[in-house]
C-alpha cells in the first residue's frame, strides 16, 4: 500500500515538474518562467538602485568607461575606436539583445526557426527577394575594406562578450516567453540589418502596377494620371540650383542621356495583367529634414533638425547613444546591432537623413526553355539559370526546401510556386540592394566629419537605401545631398530577353543631387521629388514621392524674423494638413448641398468653418479623413481590380484632377448604373463616409476627439505579445503633415541640433532598454507625444561625472 | 509542530541554495529529501513541501514586484488575461508550492511507521 502509494505520488510529481518544464501551444514551460529565480521575475529591474561597476573584459584593449545617464543613455568612453566599437555592441546587446536577434532572423527568413510554420510565407518572400543574398555581397565588399571590416569585428565581438556572460536566467524576457536562446552575434547579421533597411525604404517603384495600369488603360491614360511633370515647386534642392557638373563627368555617362526615363519603351509586346506584387511600405510614409543657415538664426549659427518616420515599434527601432574615442565624439541614434550613429552631431557638424525614394528596382519578364527552368532567353541564346536552395528549419516540423532561379538580373521572386495564385509569369527582380555597398564607411566617416568636405567624402561610399542627408557645420555651411546607387530603371515591367534593358548606365556619385549654401538660406527634404526639370539625368517620377510636407517645411522655413531652437519645436510638431487645405475647398465648392441630411449639413458647416489642423483635441479631421477616404474608393474604382494591382494617383494629382478636370469619364463609378459626375461622386463619397461614422458613434455629438480616434499605438516587435504595446497614444497630426503620426506610425526619433552652443534635443517614442520590465522600456513616449525635448547630456566629461544613473569601469 | 516549522525553513533555505546552482526543478529533489530528513507523513508532509517551496516563491517574487513597482508584473499580467499583478504572484506560490507538496509527499511514503514523529 505505502510502496503504491510512493509510486504514485513519485509518479505525479515527476509528471508535474515535466509538464512544467515543457512549453505547450504558445504558453511558455510554466515552471520554469514563473520561478522567481530563473523566470520572468528575473526581468524585473531598477536601473535607479544599479551601484557603479567594476567590469573585467578581455577584448578591451585599454581600460573604458560607461556612464548611464538619468534616460539610460550610455556615454562611452573609450582609448581607441576598436574598443569603442567593441563596447557600443557590448553597451547595446544589453539593452536590445532580443530585438537585434529578431529582426535578423526576420531579414534572414529565419522567423520559422522561432515560430513555426505560420512564419514560412514570410521567411520566403525575404529571401526570394534575395535579401540575404545581397547581405552576402555587401559583407564582402565591408571585409576588403582595411578600415572598416576590423571595427566591425570589435561589434559583434562585444556582442558576444555580453551573450557569453548570459546565464538562463539572464535572457531577455521573450526568450523565456518563446522558449529558445540567443545565438552567436556575425558580420553578416550587420550587413543583413543593413539590407532590411533598404528593404523598408527603398522599395517604391511601381513597375508591375503600372504595367497593369498601361495594359489596360493605355499610355495617355497613364501619363495624364501619373503625369512626369506637375505645379509642385518644392524641390529638395532648390529651383534655378546650378548643378555645376563639369563635361568630363558627364561623358562618363556611356554617350547619349535620354531626356526622359525610359517609361514605356520597353513593354510593348507585353501588356498584360500581373497578379503578384510585393506589399509595399503605405503612401505618404516619410521623413523631414532641415538645416538653417546662421544668418536666419538667433545664435547666429546653423540649427538642424531631422525626424525620420518609420513603424512604431517597442523596443523602438533606434537606441540613443554617445560614442566618445580620441577620434570621435559623436552623439544620436543608432540602429541597435550595428556599429556607428545614423543621424546625430559631433563636435563639429551634425547631420540628418530622410528617405529619397527613388527607383532603384526593375522587373524583368524572363523566357524559360522548358518546365526544368534550368535556361533562359537573352539576345537570342540560352544562358544557365542559377538555382539556389533555401533551407527552412522549421520548428515542430520537418526543414522546407525552397528552389529559388536566379538570373543574370537576380532572384525569380514570382515563378508559380510562390504567391496566392499559380502563374506561369517568370519575373526576376533587379535591385541595388542585392549589389555590394559598404553603407557601415559612410556612417564611420561621418561620426568623425570635421566639415563640408569630410560629408560629401563620407557620402560617396553610401550606396542603399538612396537618402537625403542634411548637413551643418559649426562653420557655418548646411547642405543636403541625395545619395545612392542611381542606375537608370524603368517603370513598367521591362522584358529580360533583351540585354539592352539591363542596367548600363548609372548616374556618378559626384552628380546625385546635391546644394551647398542656397540663396534661400536652408535645406530641407520630405521624401519630395529631388530635382526640377533642369537636372540632366532623367528620373523616374512614377515611385512616390510626398509633396505635402515639403511644402510645408519650406513655408514655415522661408519666413524673415530669426529662427531659434522653440521655433524649430513648434514646427517638428506642425499640425497643418497641406493636403486637406488644397482638397477640402475644392470639394466644398463642388459638392450640391440640395437633398442632404441635417447631420451631413452640419458635417459641411464643421468642415466649413475648420483650418485644416489635425490637432488631437478636435474632430474635423475625422470628417475629412473619412470623406477623402470614399472619394478615392468611388473616384478610382478603375484602379480596384483584384486580378490586377493597380496603384492609385496620388492625392497631389487628385487635387490637381479635381480642380482642372470637370468632365472626365474616370468620375464614373463602374459599380453603379447611372453615369456619375464630379459633382455626384464628390456628393455620394461624403454620404457614404457619413453611413459609416453613423454606424459607428450614431450622431456628430458623440464623435470622439482626432487623436482618440486615429488611436496611435506603438506595437511590440512580437505580434503575439501585445501585452508589452503602448495602445493609448493620444496625438495630433497624420500622414502628409510635418509631425506625421498615424495609427501606427510616425516620427520614430525626433532630433533638433543648436550648432552654436552644441545643444541637441532630442525624444523618440520608446526608451532605452528593450526590457518590458525595466522603466526605461517606454518612458520617453509620453513625452513624444506632446512634442517635447529632452536635453541630450552631449556635454563634458566631467558632468557626466558628476551626474549619473551608474557607471561602469571597464578594463582589459 | 516546531519540526514542522523547521522542516519549511529547511526547505525554503536549501531550496534557495540549490536554485542558484541549479535549474527550476531543483525544488523537487529539496522538498523529497528535507521531508524524508525530517521524517514527515501524510498531509503534514504534503503542507510542508507546499509551504517551504511556496512561501520561498511568493516571498522572492513579492520583495521582486516591490522593488520594480509592478512595471514588469503589470505587463506580464496583461499577457496572461489577468486584472491584477498581484495574482501572478499567488500563481508563482501555487507553482512551486505544488510541486514542493507533491514532491514531499512522495518522500513521505517512505517513512517508515516505527518512525512516527513524537513531538
Known amino acids: 500500500m505505502r510502496f503504491i502509494g510512493f509510486i504514485l505520488s513519485t509518479l505525479i510529481a515527476v509528471s508535474l515538474v515535466y509538464a512544467l518544464d515543457h512549453p505547450w501551444g504558445t504558453a511558455p514551460a510554466m ?6 529565480m530563473h523566470g520572468f521575475w528575473q526581468n524585473a529591474v531598477d536601473e535607479r538602485a544599479m551601484p557603479d561597476i567594476d567590469l573585467a573584459l578581455s577584448g578591451l584593449h585599454d581600460k573604458a568607461t560607461v556612464y548611464y545617464d538619468e534616460r539610460l543613455v550610455p556615454h562611452i568612453y573609450a582609448a581607441n575606436d576598436s574598443d569603442l566599437y567593441y563596447l557600443q555592441g557590448y553597451v ?15 531579414a534572414a527568413g529565419r522567423l520559422t526557426e522561432i515560430a513555426g510554420d505560420k512564419a514560412l510565407d514570410a521567411d520566403r518572400m525575404q529571401r526570394r527577394i534575395g535579401l540575404g543574398y545581397g547581405a552576402a555581397k555587401s559583407l564582402e565588399t565591408i571585409q576588403k575594406d582595411d578600415t572598416t571590416s576590423p571595427l566591425l569585428r570589435a561589434y559583434c565581438d562585444g556582442v558576444n562578450a555580453y551573450i557569453s556572460t548570459l546565464q538562463a536566467k539572464d535572457y531577455p524576457l521573450e526568450y523565456k516567453l518563446i522558449g529558445y536562446k540567443p545565438e552567436p552575434w556575425t558580420p553578416l547579421k550587420v550587413a543583413l540589418l543593413l539590407k532590411s533597411m533598404a528593404n523598408m525604404l527603398s522599395v517604391y517603384e511601381y513597375d508591375i502596377e503600372n504595367t497593369n495600369f498601361i495594359a489596360q488603360y493605355g499610355e495617355e491614360q497613364f501619363n495624364y494620371l501619373y503625369p512626369e511633370t506637375d505645379s509642385f515647386k518644392d524641390y529638395v534642392i532648390p529651383t534655378g540650383t546650378r548643378w555645376g557638373f563639369s563635361p568630363e563627368s558627364m561623358t562618363g555617362f556611356s554617350g547619349d542621356i535620354p531626356q526622359v526615363s525610359p517609361v514605356i519603351d520597353s513593354i510593348t509586346d507585353i501588356r498584360e495583367a500581373y497578379q503578384h506584387v510585393i506589399e509595399k511600405p503605405r503612401e505618404l510614409n516619410g521623413s523631414n529634414n532641415w538645416a538653417v543657415a546662421g544668418y536666419k538664426t538667433k545664435s547666429g549659427k546653423p540649427l538642424l533638425c531631422n525626424d525620420p518616420h518609420l513603424e512604431l515599434k517597442l523596443p523602438a527601432i533606434w537606441y540613443e547613444m554617445h560614442l566618445v574615442s580620441p577620434h570621435m565624439n559623436v552623439y544620436g541614434a543608432t540602429l541597435p546591432g550595428a556599429p556607428c550613429v545614423i543621424s546625430g552631431c559631433n563636435d563639429s557638424i551634425a547631420w540628418g537623413l530622410t528617405n529619397g525614394g527613388r527607383d ?4 524583368y519578364k524572363i523566357k524559360f526553355k522548358d518546365e526544368s527552368h534550368a535556361e533562359y532567353l537573352v539576345d537570342g541564346k540560352w544562358l544557365k539559370t542559377d538555382k539556389h536552395l533555401e533551407r527552412y528549419k522549421i520548428k515542430g516540423k520537418l526543414d522546407y526546401i525552397d528552389t529559388v532561379l536566379y538570373t543574370r538580373y537576380g532572384p525569380v521572386v514570382f515563378d508559380g510556386s510562390y504567391g496566392r495564385v499559380p502563374s506561369k509569369k517568370y519575373l526576376s527582380l533587379k535591385w541595388t540592394a542585392h549589389q555590394g555597398s559598404n553603407e557601415f564607411k559612410t556612417f564611420y566617416l561621418l561620426n568623425a566629419a570635421r566639415d563640408y568636405d569630410d560629408y560629401i567624402h563620407a557620402l560617396d561610399q553610401y550606396s542603399c537605401p538612396t537618402q537625403n542627408f542634411v548637413f551643418a557645420s559649426r562653420s557655418g555651411d ?14 513598367t515591367v521591362t522584358d529580360g530577353s533583351a540585354s539592352i534593358n539591363d542596367w548600363t548606365r548609372y548616374i556618378p556619385t559626384e552628380n546625385n543631387p546635391h546644394v551647398k549654401n542656397p540663396d534661400q538660406g536652408f535645406v530641407s527634404s520630405a521624401n519630395q521629388f529631388p530635382v526640377d526639370e533642369t537636372y540632366p539625368y532623367p528620373i523616374s517620377r512614377v515611385g512616390i514621392y510626398e509633396d505635402f510636407r515639403a511644402m510645408r517645411i519650406n513655408k514655415l522655413l522661408a519666413r524673415d524674423a530669426p529662427m531659434d531652437v522653440a521655433y524649430m519645436i513648434k514646427m517638428q510638431s ?12 475644392l470639394l466644398l465648392s463642388i459638392i450640391d448641398r440640395s437633398k442632404l441630411k441635417a447631420d451631413e449639413l452640419l458635417a459641411l458647416k464643421l468642415l466649413d468653418q475648420w483650418d485644416y489642423l489635425y490637432n488631437a483635441t478636435i474632430s474635423q479631421p475625422i470628417l475629412y479623413e473619412a470623406w477623402e477616404k470614399q472619394l478615392d474608393t468611388l473616384l478610382w474604382d478603375e484602379m480596384l481590380d483584384p486580378n490586377a494591382p493597380m496603384r492609385m494617383p496620388n492625392k497631389y494629382r487628385r487635387a490637381s484632377f479635381l480642380a482642372t478636370d470637370s ?24 454620404v457614404h463616409a457619413m453611413a459609416k461614422l453613423r454606424v459607428v458613434y450614431g450622431t456628430l455629438a458623440a464623435l470622439p476627439d482626432w487623436g482618440h480616434y486615429k488611436h496611435t499605438m506603438v506595437h511590440h516587435l512580437s505580434p503575439t505579445l501585445d501585452a508589452f504595446s503602448r495602445m493609448d497614444v493620444s496625438t495630433g497630426g497624420y500622414r502628409g503633415i510635418i509631425n506625421a503620426t498615424s495609427e501606427r506610425h510616425g516620427p520614430s526619433w525626433r532630433m533638433i541640433v543648436d550648432l552654436g552652443d552644441m545643444h541637441a534635443y532630442c525624444v523618440y517614442p520608446g526608451g532605452e532598454s528593450g526590457n518590458p520590465g525595466s522603466r526605461y522600456y517606454d518612458d520617453m513616449i509620453d513625452k513624444w507625444a506632446k512634442g517635447e525635448y529632452y536635453t541630450a547630456r552631449y556635454e563634458h566629461r566631467t558632468k557626466l561625472a558628476a551626474k549619473h544613473l551608474y557607471q561602469v569601469n571597464i578594463h582589459p | 509542530m516546531m519540526k514542522t516549522i523547521y522542516a519549511i525553513i529547511s526547505i525554503a533555505l536549501l531550496a534557495a541554495l540549490a536554485e542558484s546552482l541549479m535549474p527550476w526543478w531543483v525544488i523537487a529533489p529539496v522538498a523529497f529529501t528535507v521531508t524524508y530528513f525530517f521524517q514527515l507523513r501524510g498531509w503534514r508532509a504534503f503542507l510542508t513541501g507546499m509551504l517551504g517551496i511556496g512561501l520561498l516563491w511568493i516571498g522572492l517574487s513579492a520583495y521582486i514586484d516591490h522593488t520594480n513597482t509592478h512595471i514588469l508584473s503589470a505587463r506580464v499580467a496583461t499577457l496572461f488575461y489577468l486584472t491584477e499583478p498581484i495574482w501572478l504572484i499567488v500563481i508563482t506560490g501555487l507553482i512551486g508550492g505544488l510541486v514542493g507538496g507533491i514532491s514531499a509527499l512522495a518522500a513521505s511514503y517512505l517513512v517508515t511507521e516505527h518512525k512516527v514523529n513524537s513531538l
Open chain 1, 31 to 36: 515552471g520554469a518562467f514563473f520561478d522567481p
Open chain 1, 92 to 106: 547595446t546587446a544589453q539593452h536590445r539583445l532580443w530585438q537585434m536577434e529578431i529582426q535578423t532572423h526576420s
Open chain 1, 360 to 363: 532603384v528596382r526593375d522587373w
Open chain 1, 478 to 491: 548646411i547642405a543636403i545631398k541625395q545619395q545612392g546607387s542611381h542606375p537608370i530603371t524603368h517603370s
Open chain 1, 574 to 585: 506642425d499640425n497643418y494638413g497641406t493636403e486637406a487645405s488644397m482638397t477640402l475647398p
Open chain 1, 663 to 686: 468632365t472626365s469619364p474616370l468620375y464614373d463609378n463602374h459599380l453603379t448604373d447611372p453615369v456619375e459626375t464630379r459633382a455626384d461622386i464628390v456628393k455620394m463619397s461624403l
